[in-house]
T-cell receptor
Framework: RKEVEQDPGPFNVPEGATVAFNCTYSNSASQSFFWYRQDCRKEPKLLMSVYSSGNEDGRFTAQLNRASQYISLLIRDSKLSDSATYLC?????????????FGKGTSLLVTP | SQTIHQWPATLVQPVGSPLSLECTVEGTSNPNLYWYRQAAGRGLQLLFYSVGIGQISSEVPQNLSASRPQDRQFILSSKKLLLSDSGFYLCACQTPSNNEQFFGPGTRLTVL
């Protein structure tokens, strides 16, 4: 079983739509959770950390369910500029400090 | 905040040639540094990490090596490239104060 699993998509949604991405992780000892955004042929960029209580940043809402080992990202009022690949990332303490395990990403295409 | 530099941005090398990719970090001290590879259509694979000068740990066996000659310099090398070494190489930095990782712009390597 992969450590972090995501639906690869692609998700094709019209501008203004709400879209949700899900992610599951296998290591119950994981401590920190993140969503990264990666544009085509660019480096991943941190979108937001995910906290147990859930957190919101503008149009983006992240949720964490530790019992189910499940993370979600909700994007409201999608913009064309939201088109990218969204990477679910889970951090566990290891000899290297906090090792990050990346999902393969979910591709989002927002259309006019 | 930290800034991560990587060069070159793109590289085309013949099979069997050597490789040297450099990563430097500004704006932080004593960071943990990481080398990842992202092959086409695949997730990020951690190759090496370093928690300090001269301290290198390898995550996967391969024909690549890494060195950290200075606190904010991380180098990825190979004596003889293979076709399978093609990919997008990303350097990442993690500050001691938190467990978020930030990426450099990456080097896109094509081995022919």
């Amino acid at each position: 079983r992969k450590e972090v699993e995501q639906d690869p998509g692609p998700f094709n949604v019209p501008e203004g739509a709400t879209v949700a991405f899900n992610c599951t992780y296998s290591n119950s000892a994981s401590q920190s959770f993140f969503w990264y955004r990666q544009d085509c042929r660019k480096e991943p960029k941190l979108l937001m950390s995910v906290y147990s209580s859930g957190n919101e940043d503008g149009r983006f809402t992240a949720q964490l369910n530790r019992a189910s080992q499940y993370i979600s990202l909700l994007i409201r009022d999608s913009k064309l500029s939201d088109s990218a690949t969204y990477l679910c990332v889970v951090s566990s303490l290891s000899n290297s400090g906090y090792a990050l395990n990346f999902g393969k990403g979910t591709s989002l295409l927002v259309t006019p | 905040s930290q800034t991560i530099h990587q060069w070159p941005a793109t590289l085309v090398q013949p099979v069997g040639s050597p490789l040297s990719l450099e990563c430097t970090v500004e704006g932080t001290s004593n960071p943990n540094l990481y080398w990842y590879r992202q092959a086409a259509g695949r997730g990020l694979q951690l190759l090496f990490y370093s928690v300090g000068i001269g301290q290198i740990s390898s995550e996967v066996p391969q024909n690549l090596s890494a060195s950290r000659p200075q606190d904010r310099q991380f180098i990825l090398s190979s004596k003889k490239l293979l076709l399978s070494d093609s990919g997008f190489y990303l350097c990442a930095c993690q500050t001691p104060s938190n467990n978020e990782q930030f990426f450099g712009p990456g080097t896109r390597l094509t081995v022919l």
